[in-house]
């Protein structure tokens, strides 16, 4: 008895890591080890605290042999180990899961005793906190292995946003790109090229614990985790990821509980140089009932917007389908489809679908008029989807000029009123930023088309005959 008086609870555990570090590999020693704290010895018992029963139910699966045998060389034979579970504080406190100790000014530390001497778990012990598609205690990436770099084809509309993504995939959290924030319209790439970041990151950095995930059931994960009174877990589970990747970012707006949740789930991750990868439809500057210190962290890194793909790009998005696809097509036909069909990669996609199908359906040869009909029906279904085109050619025929006079530097005053209006539908109609609007609607700047829908809402509320100039083309929008 006497040798174990003139030890502390911190000594021994202390010499338990000595030996724990040189048996395990260091990431894992830092995840798991690192963050226990000895707070007790009592003869041969040795009370640590654990984050959370998540992080108990880890340790006890994983590492109980090691954790015995260190034991048992600090302690003898008779050493048992019992674990204080520190519980997360439901009386309104938002703040991030930690490990801290109660000090004397601060409330007690809720713990949770498990007197539960070192033997050999249940194997069919699973992650209390399951997420939908996750079924055991592994962390499953969620990716998406047929997007890859390969099948992303580069050009003007994405070279930014690809260049950068190849970037954090080589070096995820030691580049100057993370957060990195990948944001245009639909159907545009923003999914495949998350999904191909992580693909490769997989692939060169084994080590590394990828997930990707949607926001809308991060969002879910989060309601039940309150729900169920897990919401610590919930915090700590995330804490574990090296490269987080989620989709669609904006579906966070308005809802503040889950706003604070992934705020304090970020600063973590990017404290610990962990990369945190974003997509959203539209950038930061446009997100609306998003709080604004989230907003602010999404900024710290890099926002790369991906824009409609142009002419040459679209040819070569076909060519690849083909080629995918083992059907030939002439020049000519390649070059109508890809002309004619600008709003995004989906629907380009859906047209040389069709045009294939056709011509395999009803055993016609793919012609040049076939490509018109297919093309022509094809558009025509698919107008749901406003492109900025459509909508400069459709305010310029109203005021019968041309686009190139549409988008001059004149300050003619219904000149200006007419591209201030394409600039309002464009904001209205799709879902590009008003950095975009504006440099494809005359090279202006995102402040010039922020001016330019103020005025037209001015213009509706006092002006009646501009009122039904708007309502007009409105219209023709909606057919």
Not at 83 to 105: C, D, F, H, V, W
Not at 293 to 317: C, N
Not at 369 to 378: G, I, N, P, R, S
Request: neutral net charge; proline residues 3%.
């Amino acid at each position: 008895m006497h040798e174990y008086t003139t030890k502390t609870a911190e000594s021994v555990w202390n010499n338990c890591l000595k030996f724990i570090q040189d048996n395990i590999q260091e990431q894992a020693f830092k995840t798991w080890f690192l963050p226990i704290k000895a707070i007790e010895l009592t003869d041969n018992a040795l009370y640590i605290q654990v984050p959370s029963k998540f992080f108990y139910e880890w340790l006890e699966e994983h590492y109980v042999s090691i954790l015995k045998v260190a034991l048992t060389k600090a302690l003898g034979a008779e050493a048992k180990l019992l674990y204080k579970i520190r519980m997360e504080n439901t009386t309104g406190n938002k703040q991030p899961y930690t490990e801290q100790l109660p000090s004397a000014n601060r409330s007690p530390v809720k713990t949770q005793e498990l007197d539960i001497p070192i033997q050999n778990k249940d194997p069919e012990l699973k992650n209390p906190f399951v997420i939908p598609g996750i079924r055991n205690v592994k962390i499953e990436s969620q990716l998406n292995s047929n997007y890859s770099f390969d099948n992303f084809l580069e050009g003007d509309s994405n070279r930014l946003a690809r260049s950068a993504g190849l970037a954090v995939a080589n070096k995820p959290g030691g580049t100057s790109f993370n957060p990195l924030l990948i944001f245009g319209g639909v159907g545009l790439g923003k999914t495949h090229l998350a999904h191909a970041i992580g693909v490769e990151i997989k692939e060169l950095h084994p080590e590394k614990t990828i997930l990707y995930i949607s926001a809308e059931v991060f969002t879910q994960q989060y309601v039940d985790s309150v729900r169920k009174k897990t919401r610590h877990d919930f915090i700590y589970f995330y804490q574990l990821i090296d490269v987080l990747i989620v989709d669609d970012i904006q579906f966070l707006s308005g809802k503040s509980g889950t706003q604070d949740v992934f705020f304090h789930i970020f600063n973590y991750l990017h404290q610990n140089g962990k990369q945190v990868i974003l997509t959203s439809d539209k950038a930061p500057v446009d997100m609306q009932d998003i709080e604004q210190r989230l907003l602010s962290r999404f900024k710290w890194g890099l926002s790369a917007e991906i824009q409609h793909p142009d002419f040459d790009t679209r040819v070569k998005i076909v060519k690849s389908i083909l080629f995918r696809d083992g059907v030939e097509m002439p020049e000519e036909i390649i070059e109508y489809v890809a002309k004619n069909v600008k709003s995004n990669v989906r629907e380009l996609e859906g047209a040389i679908i069709s045009l294939i199908a056709q011509s395999s359906f009803n055993k016609r040869e793919v012609t040049l008029d076939l490509a018109k009909h297919v093309v022509e029906k094809f558009v025509k279904n698919v107008k749901r989807e406003i492109s900025i085109d459509y909508i400069q050619k459709v305010v310029s025929d109203y005021f019968q000029m041309d686009i190139e006079t549409l988008c001059s530097k004149t300050r003619k005053r219904h000149i200006v009123q007419a591209r201030q209006l394409a600039m309002f539908f464009a904001k209205k109609y799709t879902k590009s930023s008003l950095a975009s609007i504006g440099s494809q609607i005359g090279d202006r700047d995102h402040a010039t088309v922020l001016h330019a829908c103020k005025t037209i809402d001015n213009l509706l509320e006092t002006d009646k005959q501009f009122k039904k100039y708007y309502e007009d083309i409105n219209k023709k929008f909606s057919l």
